[in-house]
């Protein structure tokens, strides 16, 4: 094995002084800046020696050691201190890549398994202590090998639970990022439903929005890497083929699963045949770019279903480089099927199997060895492992854990190794082994905290039932045990080094998962004890509950971000993460949870479904039904109905649309509220302290505005009964959180006051100030229908000529409205569309009432002025407005420019954004045009 040279030796020591650049941290002091947290040392040291003598002692063992492997491996354990990279660290481990001369290296034959080769670690995740036996290192180097010559391999890794699949994945990501390769890494989710069911084509929906999801979070990090990481692709390249993706996300999410099942069936198929040759597009224009490489893990969840099918079509129709699958091997039910799946690509199986006795025992005794046993008594552990584990490597690796991070001494005697691993079992994953894990895992963290012996520290059952760890999360879990942020941190911090824990392919920022072949064992016998796994379950709940309820602000001084989350991923990941929990809870916890519930589909009916129907909403309640399914007993579905019987009933848009009024519907909406709110207690002049129930009590009272108005004739006697909604919404809402949904009833009852037997002025006496108010909290799409409204009250107290001015410049913000929405990054979509669309609608409607109304020169007047106003915008894009177009107002987006921001569309309304004065002139002024 070669070391380093003095000019290698020379790189790597000015790397890691520090990144050079003015706005670059010192690695080193940053080092020790973050070894607070996490460096375990002797409680009478000092905390500031400990840092400094922990950091000399990393810098150290690099400079001393010859060995270029385990210089690497001191380092990156120097990195494991921290919960994310920054660009030194980055910078590091390319450094180290670009040092060694193959991703992989062999271990000698006499070595059986290898040590870590090189940076052993996903991007931005620790660094994987788990064993790379000979076989498993010879599989990654020849197919790397292949991509090397160009011959494009495909590749099934089979194996059962625990033989390295996602390890193998891991190391395949870091050879092919290492040849600058676009790589998206992604993993299948499992389908929890029974097929034929509708609720079997909404997982199947679900399941292939997140594999596209994850697909184009991987192409993000290809053209906005993290800090120090390497861009892959150009940057308008990427957002290009970012915006497709978003398309094809959009062609999977707009589909209304209900009714019959045979019919939802045909219209799921459709539109993922139409999501099938958007992702295939983007992956090939990829491809024919860059080396691009997809690595799928977990596919056995979903080969037999047709999502494997789906995406076995797509990678099978693309121009990749590298397509690997990783899946356990199916049942002989299920063979042929997934036998014709992965047969789409042609992929050639890639199996892996146990360690042997001899790769056994030199990884082992190379473990123990490292941690000062002797030869002897580590080969003595070897023969004891072997035979507990049958080579099974998560068992090795887990078992080398135990007597070499626990409080097992270096040669202890033979009945004090088999108490640590076996517990009195023959198998390591016996019940008797399972405990030894938990011993292991729960002293560690004991005495890793300075607990007294004894001390209830409970982690590892925790573990088994959490499928998503993040830090975050288990802040939030363990606060209910006694332990503070740090400690909770610091925790985090140690299991994710451990090898008996799995990241979700090279996504840090989704966390890990205790190893399946362990998770699912343990969690198999907590299910035979329900009041404890539903004791280990509660605080999960509750953590995520508490997201929901928690109006928190993202990177955005929005402050209706609570509404915007409905459109987030990583948002709509957490709370199926909670309603999975919430449905191991017995009935008699079930209050709390139903309140939650409430509010989220209110939330999210309110920030969508008022304008146009959303496919979250319907989820939403089909998802109630297969949670409360799931609860013992029988739980009480009436909450249930109700919510069903108002989304079916209210009107999207109705305000806009004009036309009929089916009183009917809206009576049924009505009457569906009213007995949600007597279910629930809530009095219209009665505002509940806590959330959720205070914001359940805001959204009714607006949604009952609606419902109350349009249930009646609306003649002016009818107007009170929704303006008592309205204003006791508008008065609920005095904390900071709900200001923005007071300004909403402030102009509720102002429009209200125009839509029949209209009194301009009793409308006009409630906006003083709610410009001001909207501009502050950036409503954008408020001020839009705020400047709706100044126009209809200028129609109605005889400033006609002005009410048209108006109009138009409600127009041009509905037009920006499509790029600027309630925060960053929003592509037009079904949403804004309408809102844009009922504004032009409202504008030719009031000019042909005038020319109805024999108002000649006004409708001349007002043609020529909207025209000219929009005249710039026909000049920009080069061409006149078409001869139907006589106010020359600018088209709506198309279907394809929907969830895009690179569209032509998007590249107008900009236009129109930044040179058309948007924001210079009042609201309710003239506008500045010449005629």
Known sequence: MRQFSSAERERLVAVLAGVPGADSLDFRRQLVALAAESVPGRPDVPESARQRDHLRAIVD????????????????????????????????????????????????????????PGPRHAPQLPRDHRPVSAALGRKVTDLLTAVDAGRRPRRDVIADSGCGKSLLLQEINAGLRQRRHVVLFVTAQALESDPDTLEFLRSTQGACDRLISAMADDVVKAYDPAEGEP?????????????????????????????????????????????????????????????????????????????????????????????VFARRPATRREEERARRVVGLLAMTPIRLTALTR???????????????????????????????????????????????????????PP????????????????????????????????????RPAGAPVEIFDLLAVIRRCTPDLLVGVLAATGLDEQEARQVYDWLSARSFVTWFDDDAELGWRLHDFLRENVEARLRQDTLRYEELHRPVEAYYRDLINLDQERDTDSPYIVGARYEDPEWQRNSEEWMHHAAMLSARHFTPIRLTLIR?????????????????????????????????????????????????????????????????TWRAADRALARLGRMLDLQRDQVPDDDPLRRIHILLCCLRGDTAWYRTPRRAADRAAALGWLRAAEEACVREAELWMGNWAVWMQADLWLAVDPDP????????????????????????????????????????????????????????????????????????????????????????????????????????????YFAPYWEEVGEPPSPDNPLGLPPEPRDEDLGKVTTDFAEDATWVLENMRVRDEPLDSPLTVQV
């Open 61 to 116: 063992t690099f400079l001393a050691c010859p060995d270029q492997r385990a210089a690497i491996g001191a380092l990156a354990d120097a990195l494991l201190i921290t919960r994310e990279y920054t660009g030194a660290h980055v910078r590091l481990r390319d450094e180290f890549a670009a040092i060694e001369a193959t991703p992989v290296l062999e271990p000698p034959p006499s070595a059986g398994v290898s040590a870590v």
């Open 231 to 323: 861009g892959r692709i150009d940057a308008d390249f990427g957002r290009e083929a970012l915006d497709t993706l978003r398309a094809a996300r959009g062609a999977v999410q707009r589909v209304f699963l209900a009714g019959d099942f045979e019919e939802a069936r045909a219209t799921l198929l459709y539109a993922l045949d139409q999501a099938k040759w958007q992702v295939v597009e983007v992956l090939n224009t990829i491809a024919r770019r860059h080396p691009l490489s997809v690595l799928v893990d977990d596919v056995h969840t979903v080969v037999t279903t047709p999502v494997g099918e789906w995406l076995a079509e797509c990678l099978s129709l693309t121009e990749a480089d590298t397509v």
């Open 358 to 412: 001899d790769e056994t025992a030199t990884h082992v005794v190379h473990e123990l060895r490292r941690a000062g046993w002797r030869e002897d008594t580590a080969a003595d552990c070897a023969r004891m492992i072997f035979g507990a584990t049958n080579g099974l490597p998560i068992g090795v690796v887990t078992c080398c854990e135990i007597l070499t991070a626990g409080d097992v001494p270096p040669d202890a």
């Open 415 to 450: 009945e004090r190794v088999g108490a640590a691993l076996l517990g009195g079992d023959e198998r390591w994953d016996g019940p008797q082994g399972v405990g030894a894990i938990r011993t292991f895992i729960d002293s560690s963290v004991r005495r890793m905290l300075g």
């Open 600 to 664: 989220l589909f209110l939330e999210a009916f309110w920030w969508w479904d008022t304008e146009t129907s959303s496919v979250y909403s319907e989820r939403l309640l089909a998802s109630f039904h297969t949670l409360l399914d799931q609860l013992d007993g029988t739980p009480d579905r009436e909450w249930v109905t109700c919510l069903e019987e108002f989304h079916a009933n209210y009107v999207p848009g109705q305000a806009m649309m004009g036309g009929e009024v089916r009183r009917d």
């Open 761 to 868: 002025e009793r409308a006009g006496a409630l906006l003083p100030g709610l410009a001001e108010r909207i501009d502050e909290q950036q409503d954008n799409e408020l001020r839009v229908h705020l400047t709706r409204t100044l126009g209809d009250i200028a129609w109605h107290d005889g400033r006609k000529a002005l009410a048209f001015d108006i109009w138009a410049r409600a127009v041009l913000y509905g037009l920006v409205y499509n790029i600027e929405q309630e925060v960053p990054d929003q592509a037009p979509n079904e949403y804004s569309r309408s809102v844009y669309r009922g504004l032009c609608r409202h504008l030719r409607r009031r000019l042909a009432q005038a020319e109805a109304e024999g108002l000649t020169d006004l409708t001349r007047t007002a043609t020529e002025r909207v025209r000219a």
